[in-house]
């Protein structure tokens, strides 16, 4: 599985953006799908997670409510819409996938995507 995230950039603070990750390989769609992300000098933390085939979301506690995780099969992408962006969600952003269930670490996902940036100004 190869995995390509896009769609960061530059923001305000309380804009949005829409991240999106697109994934090779026919059995996308067997696959947990994750977001991390990672702030300089900062571990790479748990954003949000979906499953298949049910497509059941899961979040960081502290990002629910302004974080959506959502998944199209048929297009093999999940997507990731952040509204009311912080400066504190400045971040590469990483999308990971992984045959098994639906974990918060990172250590549990098999494939990532090279990360995108993330950057909210104040």
């Known amino acids: 599985v190869q995995l390509q995230a896009s769609g960061g950039g530059l923001v305000p603070a309380g804009g949005s953006l829409r991240l999106s990750c697109a994934a090779s390989?026919?059995?996308?769609?067997?696959?947990?799908m994750g977001w991390f992300r990672q702030a300089p000098g900062k571990e790479r933390e748990f954003v949000a997670a979906?499953?298949?085939?049910?497509?059941?979301?899961y979040y960081a506690d502290a990002l629910k409510g302004r974080f959506t995780i959502s998944r199209d099969n048929a297009k093999n992408t999940v997507y990731l819409q952040m509204n009311s962006l912080k400066p504190e969600d400045t971040a590469v952003y990483y999308c990971a996938a992984d045959p098994g269930r639906v974990s918060y670490r990172s250590r549990d996902y098999t494939y990532w995507g090279q990360g995108t940036q993330v950057t909210v100004s104040s």
């Open positions: 390989g026919r059995a996308f769609r067997t696959y947990t």
């Open positions: 979906i499953s298949w085939p049910g497509g059941s979301p």
